[in-house]
C-alpha cells in the first residue's frame, strides 16, 4: 500500500545540489569511461586495428577470371570467395541507389558514423522494431577489416563496435564516398559462392554490374540482408518479399531514385533469374577450365612469373584475367549438341544390352567392376571409417541409397553399390573439340558428360584407339609422294610382312576402285595397299608432324588407326588440311593479365608446313566425298546439313570407340564416344559406329553454329585453294580415267 505525501517529503536545496552532483559524476564518469574505451581502442590495447597503409590496400582474396573472346565471364579460380573487383563507373546506379536507400540512407551526410540513426534506433527498439545502426562504412570496416565476422558476448561485441566506428572515421578520411561504397559492393556476399557484386551479376542475372535493372539491383541489396534466408534461388518468395521492399525504399529517398509508378511496375515483375553458376564442377566448360588452370600454373612457373615482391601468382587469390579462345556461345551450342544426341544414344545403349548377362557377355568383367570399386569415392570413404576389405564389400553388397547421373539429372535411387559401378561403367562417354585451322584458336572444348561424375578430361587427357580417322595421313602421305587420289586398285586383300587387314564383306567395295572411293567409303585393303607403296615409316613420321604426340609406332597397321590419340591432337591435325597443308596447334590462351590489366603472358602459337598444298587441297576433296556419297553421307540426308563438308568417320574393333572428324573451310571439329573400358560397348556396328555415335554431335553443333548468322559462318564458303590458286592434282577421276593411266603405270613411274 502506498504510503501517503507528506510535507517533511519535500526536497530540500540541499538534497537536490547532493543528487545533482550525483548525476553530474555519473555523466561525466560514463564521459570519461567511453573517451577511455575510445582512447584504448584506437591505442589497440584491445586488439590491433589496421595501419594506413592497410586502409589504403585493404587485403580481400580476388578470384581469377576466364574470359571467352567474345567477352563473356565464363569461370572464375577462388577459394572460397567467388570475388571479382570493379571500378565504381561499372556498377549501375540502380544498385548505388538501391544500397543507400536499404542501409544507410544517410551515407553522403554523415563522416562513417551516424549519430542521429544510433540515438533514435534506441527508441525503435524499445517499441519492438529491431533495426541496426551500423552504416555503410562501418559494415564495411566489419567486413573487411575485422578478423571474424560478428563478435560473441556483450563486451566482446561491444569493443568491436567501437573498433568499426574508429576503422569507420578513418576510412572516410582516407576515401571518398564512391570509393567506400564501392570496396563495399565488391567485398560483400550475395549468397551461391558469390563475392562481390560483378560475381552477382552473373550468377544470378548472367549480366555485368553495369547492366543491372533497379528490380535486379534490388534482388541483390535484398540479399545482402541474410544471404541464406533471402536466396533467390533457394527461398524465391522471400527474396522476391525482399526485393519489393527494396524498391519501395528507392522511391522513399530524398532524390526519388523510383517513382511510385515504376516501384509499382518494377513489383508486378517475376524475379527473371538467369542463374548461372560458376563453380568448379558446375556452369560453362568445366573440363575446360579445369585444364586451363593447370596450363596457366604451368605457364607462369615455367616463365618465372611472378609478383612485384617474387611470390607466385595464385590463381585462386590474385585475381588474374585470363583471356582464351572459347567462344561462348559456341561452347554452349557444343555441350547442347552433346546433351541432345547423347541423351537419346544412351537409352539405345541400354536396349542394345536389356537382358543380357553382362557377367558372361563383356571379357575381364570381375576385374573391372572390382577395379572401379575399389577406385571410387565409396570405398575411399569406407577406408577412412577403418572398415575392413570384408566390412567394404559387404557394405557394396548392401542395398542402399546411391546418387547416380541421369541425362535427367542426378538422381538417389535404391540399389546395391556394386550395381551402381556397373551403371557408371554403363554410361557412353563424348568428348568433342572445335577449332579455327587457321589461327589453331580452340572455340568449344567438351571434355565429357558430366563433370560431376567424373573430372577426367577426353579431350586432352584422354587417348582412345583412332581407328579409320587416321587413314588420311596416309592418303595424305601418298599424295604428297605423288601418287594420284585417281589411281585404281583392285579392293582385294593385300598382306605386308606378317600383318593381312580384315575388312566387313558387306562393306567392302567389289572390283577395282579409285583412292578417292576408298577413302570415302572407308576400304581397308586399299588402305592397305597405299601403306605398302609409301611405307608405314614416313606415315608415322608425317602423322608425328601433324601434331600426334601419342606413341605411333612405325608398323603397317596405323594406316588403320590402331595407334591411340586425344581428341586434341587429331582435330589438330586435320587442320593442316584445311590450311594449305600448314599444322597450326591447336590454342586455348591468348594472354594472362594481373588484376591492373598489365600483362604477363601471351601465346603465340606454333605452325609448320606438313604437307605441300596441293596435297593438303586434294585431301579436303576427298574428305568431301566421305560426306557427299561415302559413310558420312547421313549428315546430309538425315541430318540436312547440306554444307561445303569434309569428314572422316571412325569406328574400332567391337565398337569400342566411336570418332567423327569433320572440316569445313573455317572449323575443324573432332569427336569421340565411347564407354570408360573398352570392354563395354555397343554390340550392333550399325549403331555402334562412328557415324552413329559421333557423327550427330557434329551434326546438331554445326547445326546451331550455321543457324546463328552472327558468327559468320555459312554453308556455302569453300576451302581455300593451293596458294598459287590453281590445282595441278586431277581430282576428276572420271577425266583421269580416259587416260588410261593404270597402277603398273604409277609404280613404274614411282620406282616400287
Given amino acids: 500500500m502506498n504510503r501517503p505525501f507528506k510535507k517533511e517529503d519535500t526536497l530540500t536545496q540541499q538534497d537536490i545540489k547532493r543528487y545533482n552532483g550525483y548525476i553530474w559524476k555519473t555523466v561525466i564518469t560514463g564521459f570519461v569511461i567511453v573517451v577511455l574505451l575510445i582512447g584504448s581502442t584506437a591505442l589497440g590495447l584491445f586488439g590491433p586495428l589496421p595501419s594506413l597503409r592497410d586502409l589504403e590496400n585493404p587485403k580481400s582474396n580476388v578470384a581469377s577470371e576466364i574470359l571467352s573472346a567474345d567477352g563473356k565471364v565464363f569461370g572464375r579460380y577462388y577459394v572460397e570467395e567467388n570475388r571479382t573487383a570493379v571500378p565504381y563507373d561499372q556498377i549501375s546506379p540502380n544498385v548505388i541507389n538501391a544500397l543507400i536507400a536499404t542501409e544507410d540512407n544517410h551515407f553522403m551526410e554523415h563522416s562513417g558514423i551516424d549519430f542521429w540513426r544510433s540515438f533514435s534506433i534506441i527508441f525503435y527498439n524499445i517499441i519492438g522494431k529491431r533495426q541496426g545502426a551500423s552504416t555503410i562504412t562501418q559494415q564495411l570496416a566489419l567486413n573487411q577489416f575485422s578478423e571474424e565476422a560478428r563478435a560473441k558476448g556483450v563486451i566482446a561485441r561491444g569493443i568491436q563496435k567501437l573498433k568499426e566506428q574508429i576503422i569507420a572515421v578513418r576510412l572516410e578520411k582516407h576515401y571518398t564516398k564512391q570509393e567506400i561504397i564501392t570496396m563495399y559492393l565488391n567485398t560483400v556476399y550475395y549468397g551461391s559462392g558469390s563475392y562481390g557484386i560483378s560475381a552477382a551479376a552473373g550468377t544470378f542475372f548472367n549480366t555485368t554490374a553495369d547492366k543491372l535493372t533497379p528490380d535486379q539491383a534490388a534482388v541483390l541489396v535484398g540479399v545482402l540482408k541474410g544471404p541464406s534466408l533471402y536466396s533467390p534461388v533457394n527461398r524465391p518468395e522471400n527474396a522476391l518479399n525482399r526485393r519489393n521492399f527494396v524498391l519501395a525504399r528507392m522511391a522513399d529517398m530524398d532524390e526519388k531514385a523510383l517513382t511510385e509508378g515504376q516501384v509499382k ?8 533469374l538467369n542463374f548461372h553458376p560458376i563453380s568448379d564442377k558446375q556452369g560453362l566448360a568445366p573440363y575446360f577450365r579445369k585444364e586451363l588452370k593447370d596450363a596457366v600454373k604451368k605457364i607462369l612457373a615455367d616463365n618465372n612469373v611472378t609478383k612485384s615482391d617474387g611470390t607466385p601468382y595464385d590463381l585462386n587469390r590474385d585475381g588474374l584475367k585470363i583471356y582464351t579462345t572459347i567462344d561462348a556461345t559456341m561452347q554452349e551450342y557444343a555441350e547442347e549438341a552433346q546433351r541432345q544426341h547423347m541423351a537419346a544414344f544412351q537409352n539405345t545403349f541400354n536396349k542394345q544390352w536389356k537382358g543380357i548377362n553382362l557377367k558372361k557377355s563383356i571379357n575381364n568383367y570381375d576385374r573391372i567392376v572390382n577395379a572401379g570399386m575399389r577406385r571410387s569415392k565409396r570405398w575411399e570413404d569406407l577406408v577412412s571409417q577403418g572398415k575392413s576389405e570384408d566390412e ?112 566387313d564383306p558387306k562393306s567392302t567395295l567389289p572390283g577395282r576402285i579409285t583412292l578417292k572411293q576408298a577413302l570415302a567409303y572407308s576400304q581397308n585393303y586399299v588402305t592397305a595397299w597405299v601403306m605398302n607403296q609409301v611405307g608405314a615409316m614416313p606415315v608415322a613420321e608425317l602423322i608425328k608432324k601433324m601434331g600426334i604426340t601419342s606413341n605411333v609406332p612405325a608398323y603397317p597397321s596405323i594406316a588403320l588407326g590402331v595407334f591411340d590419340a586425344s581428341v586434341y591432337d587429331m582435330t589438330g591435325a586435320y587442320s593442316a588440311f584445311v590450311n594449305q597443308g600448314v599444322w597450326t596447334e591447336p590454342t586455348f590462351l591468348l594472354r594472362i593479365e594481373d588484376k591492373n590489366g598489365t600483362v604477363l603472358y601471351t601465346h603465340t602459337p606454333k605452325k609448320q608446313q606438313v604437307i605441300n598444298d596441293q596435297t593438303a587441297y586434294a585431301m ?103 596458294k598459287s590458286g590453281e590445282v595441278t592434282i586431277e581430282l576428276n577421276c572420271d577425266a583421269y580415267a580416259q587416260q588410261s593411266q593404270g597402277v603398273g603405270e604409277v609404280e613404274e613411274k614411282l620406282g616400287f
Avoid at 579409320?468 to 605386308?496: E, L, M, R
Avoid at 549403331?687 to 546463328?708: E, H, R, T
Fill in 265 to 272: 511496375e518494377y513489383q508486378a515483375k517475376p524475379l527473371g
Fill in 392 to 503: 567394404i564389400i559387404h557394405d557394396f553388397n548392401t542395398v542402399d541409397t546411391v546418387n547416380v547421373f541421369t541425362w535427367h539429372g542426378r538422381v538417389d535411387t535404391l540399389m546395391k553399390p556394386i550395381d551402381s559401378v556397373v551403371y557408371t561403367k554403363m554410361l557412353i562417354w563424348n568428348s568433342m573439340m572445335s577449332m579455327d585451322p587457321t589461327t589453331g584458336y580452340i572455340k568449344a572444348w567438351v571434355g565429357g558428360i558430366n563433370f560431376q561424375q567424373t573430372e577426367y578430361d577426353q579431350v586432352y587427357q584422354g587417348k582412345r584407339q583412332v581407328g579409320s580417322t587416321a587413314k588420311p595421313f596416309t592418303y595424305a602421305a601418298a599424295i604428297d609422294q605423288g601418287i594420284s587420289p585417281c589411281t585404281g586398285v583392285d579392293n582385294v586383300p593385300v598382306t605386308i610382312g606378317d600383318w593381312t587387314p580384315r575388312s
Fill in 620 to 722: 579436303t576433296d576427298m574428305l568431301k566425298g566421305v560426306i557427299t556419297k561415302g559413310t558420312g553421307s547421313r549428315l546430309n540426308y538425315k541430318y540436312k546439313l547440306n554444307a561445303v563438308v569434309g569428314g572422316k568417320t571412325g569406328t574400332t574393333q567391337g565398337n569400342a570407340d566411336g570418332w567423327f572428324i569433320g572440316i569445313t573451310p573455317r572449323l575443324v571439329t573432332g569427336v569421340w564416344t565411347g564407354c570408360e573400358n573398352r570392354d563395354f560397348a555397343i554390340r550392333n556396328t550399325n549403331v555402334g559406329q562412328g557415324a552413329a555415335s559421333a557423327l550427330p554431335v557434329f551434326a546438331y553443333y554445326m547445326q546451331k553454329v550455321y543457324g546463328n548468322a552472327s558468327l559468320g559462318y555459312t554453308k556455302t564458303e569453300d576451302f581455300a585453294l593451293p
